[in-house]
């Protein structure tokens, strides 16, 4: 018989103060721990921490996210058991029924725990964290959402990706501690190399003055030496440090900088020269003329 259709109801009015009282406890143990536990996840994690950031900020809340949701599913079944006892319902066959059923799911959803455990691993280590710009299994985007289950994904084409915990086995995170900003650049054979590098120093001196970017740069940008010298011109490397998650604002703007510089200055750059493209027209003499002292005389072939 269900375990439903067990239940005394006359017995349930007479027990219902008793009911009453452990779904109160539970939802005051609830609000207890959603009160307490973020202050000291987020204290234990700034005390860790060299200097409490936007990303030490982003660590704790991923961390409470988690911890929150596997609390409260967890509340939810000791609630669940304690009302059927207090009925009078025998829960022991629940029990022993419930750690047979989830035995039985641990063998043959070997991947969910595969999951879990992976997930618990992530967390622990801090790979990553909401917000983050990550590339896991092939995907690349921002995360999300974060379970022991899975991590939600979105790429830069707004595409939602949900991996599960359990198929990461290499994570590339774009977002953490800092950001190094390459932007490789080509002069043409014959500049001065000392005005390029002048050139440069201006637009870093310019972007690290400008108030919307100088918080965002930790050192540079600064020109590096010659990278290359091939057919395609001079290439140099201009680098900078930002902080991680002004990656890619930072070196847009640069090359935008850079090119604006280099046509004020002059500085040329190498044009690519590919098999069947157009070649540059040739200079031709101005055409002929009438003159006053008649019509010139047509070439003859």
Do not use: C
Not at 44 to 64: L, N, S
Not at 104 to 110: C, H, I, K
Not at 172 to 187: G, K, M
Request: charge should be negative; aromatic fraction near 4%.
């Amino acid at each position: 018989m269900l375990p439903i259709l067990a239940i005394d109801w006359d017995d349930v009015k007479d027990r219902g103060p008793g009911v009453l009282l452990i779904v109160a406890l539970l939802l005051l143990a609830f609000i207890v721990f959603r009160a307490v536990f973020p202050r000291l996840t987020r204290a234990a994690i700034t005390r860790g921490a060299r200097f409490a950031d936007e990303e030490t900020a982003r660590r704790a809340d991923t961390i409470i996210a988690v911890v929150e949701r596997t609390f409260g599913i967890g509340l939810l079944i000791i609630g669940i058991v304690m009302v059927l006892d207090a009925v009078q319902v025998d829960v022991t066959a629940i029990i022993t029924g419930l750690g047979i059923t989830g035995l039985a799911l641990a063998l043959g959803a070997q991947a969910l725990v595969k999951d879990a455990i992976n997930g618990i691993f992530l967390l622990a280590e801090d790979q990553y964290r909401r917000g983050d710009v990550i590339k896991i299994a092939d995907v690349t985007g921002t995360v999300e959402d974060i379970t022991l289950r899975r991590t939600i994904i979105r790429d830069v084409d707004g595409v939602v990706h949900s991996v599960p915990n359990g198929s990461i086995n290499v994570v590339s995170n774009y977002t953490r501690d800092y950001a190094q900003v390459n932007v490789p650049i080509r002069v043409a054979y014959g500049e001065d190399l000392e005005r390029v590098k002048a050139a440069v120093d201006r637009v870093s001196t310019a972007l690290r003055s400008d108030e919307t970017y100088r918080d965002l740069i930790t050192e540079g940008p600064a020109s590096g030496g010659v990278e290359s010298v091939g057919d395609q011109g001079v290439m140099l490397t201009v680098t900078a440090r930002a902080r991680p998650a002004a990656r890619w604002q930072v070196a847009g703007e640069l090359r935008r900088r850079l090119a604006e510089e280099f046509l004020k200055e002059q500085i040329k750059v190498p044009f690519p020269t590919t098999p069947g493209a157009p070649a540059e027209p040739e200079e031709r003499p101005p055409p002929r003329t009438a003159s006053a002292e008649g019509p010139q005389t047509p070439p003859t072939a």
